[in-house]
């Protein structure tokens, strides 16, 4: 999910060749609902980096969330927890 417009993130999708949906919050809906929106002074209102992992029932089986967003999480770390929500979908 991503604050850009669904056309800014349309076009990203391709660029990468995605093969999941960009969502756009362009409003900060969800960021908001989920606590991560700060203040960025003359850029306005900005999200927070977040990861999340839900599985197929809506569940969120993992989150990171860091203020600095030169911090990030660590790619096996991201890798396992998905490995972990996949699993967790077939109980």
Known sequence: MSPDSPEQ???????????????????????????????????????????????????VQFHYVHPNYRVRLDSDLLLAAAEAGVKGDSK
Not at 11 to 20: I, N, P, R, S
Not at 36 to 59: C, M, N, Q, S, W
């Open 9 to 59: 993130n349309g076009e990203l999708a391709e660029d990468l060749g995605a093969e999941f949906p960009v969502m756009s919050d362009a409003d900060l809906a969800w960021t908001r609902r989920f606590g991560i929106v700060f203040e960025a002074g003359r850029r306005g209102k900005l999200p927070v980096p977040a990861v999340y992992v839900v599985d197929a029932g809506g569940t």
